[in-house]
């Protein structure tokens, strides 16, 4: 990931969405964010538009297929351009037709600025993959307030 200054929550997440369908669908449309997110096509679009401003060159836009592809040179700026993003957003509650409301991660993508922004934005903050107790404990620290399921 990039070193671009903080973004709000919801403006990272939406970043973060636009690069794991480019990168492992091989398409991002406004429609698509606009179910993500619930929110006009206006909206995604101006999203769209403000994340080629902060990451020129990762995506082009096709006309054939009405959307964005990733560039041949994608580097990703707002995600780690993992399979995993993708296949935990598949497997998520939810999904592209659904607004964001959680996050679920692993405790090595996450920190205590992280947790505290996606709780001043309402999100409820899942964390997987807690190997020990010591790793148990400091995400209770930083906030983690509901058990693991």
Same mark, same amino acid.
């Given at each position: 990931?990039?070193?671009?200054?903080?973004?709000?929550?919801?403006?990272?997440?939406?970043?973060?969405?636009?690069?794991?369908?480019?990168?492992?669908?091989?398409?991002?449309?406004?429609?698509?964010?606009?179910?993500?997110?619930?929110? *006009?096509?206006?909206?995604?679009?101006?999203?769209?538009?403000?994340?080629?401003?902060?990451?020129?060159?990762?995506?082009?836009?096709?006309?054939? $297929?009405? *959307?964005?592809?990733?560039?041949?040179?994608?580097?990703?700026?707002?995600? $780690?351009?993992?399979?995993?993003?993708?296949?935990?957003?598949?497997?998520?509650?939810?999904?592209?037709?659904?607004?964001?409301?959680?996050? *679920?991660?692993?405790?090595?993508?996450?920190?205590?600025?992280?947790?505290?922004?996606?709780?001043?934005?309402?999100?409820?903050?899942?964390?997987?993959?807690?190997?020990?107790?010591?790793?148990?404990?400091?995400?209770?620290?930083?906030?983690?307030?509901?058990?693991?399921?």
């Amino acid at each position: 990931m990039s070193d671009i200054a903080p973004l709000p929550w919801d403006t990272l997440a939406r970043y973060r969405l636009i690069e794991i369908l480019a990168l492992w669908e091989g398409r991002v449309a406004s429609s698509q964010l606009g179910r993500a997110f619930d929110i *006009g096509r206006q909206q995604a679009q101006k999203v769209l538009k403000q994340y080629r401003e902060l990451a020129p060159g990762n995506l082009v836009y096709d006309e054939s $297929r009405k *959307g964005f592809i990733p560039a041949d040179d994608f580097s990703p700026s707002f995600s $780690r351009g993992r399979v995993e993003e993708y296949l935990h957003l598949l497997g998520s509650d939810h999904q592209l037709d659904c607004p964001f409301a959680g996050l *679920g991660l692993g405790a090595a993508d996450t920190d205590a600025g992280f947790i505290e922004q996606a709780q001043a934005n309402d999100l409820l903050v899942n964390v997987y993959t807690i190997n020990g107790e010591d790793d148990m404990q400091m995400l209770l620290d930083w906030g983690r307030e509901c058990p693991l399921q």
